[in-house]
């Protein structure tokens, strides 16, 4: 649950560099941000956060974006605020994504604890709680079940 | 195709009032953005375009925002960015959000006309043409079925 922290416009571009896109999403992932942080991926470890300003993802809808950041182990994205066509996906694909005005108060490399449902950060290396939006409860639902896809697949399963 | 403009910030208290959310939607859309200007309900026209600059549909995620904006018969929302969750509920509503670096281009009454599959606003009042955030033809297609409840029910009657 370390955060990696970006700033603000990071694009989908960084995200999802477009010369990778023939490739699958493994080799994709790997030169995520790199642009940025040329260690992201290698050193990115399953449960990590992203933080990041204002518009994160925004530019292109690619959904390979937000599944570049979940192959990699990311379990939630915190940000000033976000495009909302890359948010939309980031959902979609079972990656929680919350909007947060006091994101800078994260650095890079503290630990924190998102709750989506309740709206609130735990900074546990600074020991402050921000407050960020709340994700209601029917969609981290889908969220949890691994986005809109497995969410239906389950829903449907259990229709009459 | 009237522009009706608003500010930075609005949020989903001004959009849908939290003390009329216990009566009908079309209650709650009589009350719309009263707030910022009392004759928005009233004067708006089936077809017009609610302009509007950063983080617009901030605050809770009733979804009865945008539903509001909808049955008041606006066609398009334009803004120069929108918060995650409301554009996620105008989009799955039908009701089609498209983000403009140049959203200041559009003055109150303007007539213009949105192509969000092509990115792009023409203002038929200055002439200008404005550069949008172009939405993938398959969620415009979502869009225009009338949301995402139509859209699975039209394609889940085409399953074998």
Known sequence: MNAWV??????????APGRYLKFDIGEIARHSMETLDP????????????VAGRNFGAGSSREQAPAALKHL?????VAESFAGLFYRNAL???LPAVACAEVK???AGDRVRV???????????????LACETIPAHLM????????????????????
Chains 1, 2 share one sequence.
């Open 6 to 15: 970006f700033g603000d416009d990071v694009d989908t571009d960084a995200i």
């Open 92 to 94: 979609n694909l079972g």
């Open 141 to 160: 639902q889908m969220v949890r079940d691994g986005g809109l896809l497995a969410h239906l697949e389950k829903r449907l399963a259990r229709a009459p």
């Open 39 to 50: 260690d992201f991926s290698s050193r990115v470890r399953k449960g990590d956060i992203v």
């Open 105 to 107: 108060k994260i650095r």
């Open 73 to 77: 182990g990311i379990s939630a994205l």
């Open 115 to 129: 709750d989506a449902e309740r709206g609130r950060i735990e900074n546990l290396t600074t020991g402050e709680t």
